[in-house]
Structures are given as C-alpha cells and as structure tokens.
C-alpha cells in the first residue's frame, strides 16, 4: 500500500507567474526609492537647522534648544543610515 501522507504542493501556474512579472513592473525602481528617501532625509534635516537658526536668541530658544536635542541626532543617524544603504546597494550591482 503506498504511502498516502505526503504533502504536495501546488505548482504556479504561467499565467499566475505573468501576473507576477506584471506586478513588479508597476513598482517603483530600487535605487529610485532609494534616492527619493535619502534626499527626503536630507531636506528634513536642512529644514531643522534652517529653522534652527531661525529661532536663535528669539524668545523661544530654550524649547528650540531641546528640541534640537532631540531631533538633529535622529535626523543625522536616518539620513546616515540611508546614504549607507543606498550606496552600499549601489556598489554591490
């Protein structure tokens, strides 16, 4: 008697795997969103410290202060973290 327990899966059928093909055209290209989100990086940071200095000895500078504190290390450790990425992924293509 032949052994009746085993697992088959099913096989992908063409027109599953056109529809695939199909669906990754649509998206957008790697290293475009790659550079669409470092540069977004980098104009949010541009953003903060030209506001910074906006606000330097006006009557707000205390919570400016604090909040550069905050933001400028997060900022400048995002935008790091996508520069890397993009041109790691970059130089391995």
Known sequence: MPNDNKLTLPQASPKMTEIKSEV???????GFARLSIALLLLALLV????????KVGGQGWNNTEEL?????????GLLGSAVG???????SH
């Open 24 to 30: 990754g055209k649509l998206l957008i290209e790697p």
């Open 47 to 54: 953003i903060t410290v030209a506001w910074a200095f906006l």
């Open 68 to 76: 550069l504190k905050i933001l400028l290390p997060a900022e400048t």
């Open 85 to 91: 990425f993009y041109f790691g992924t970059r130089e």
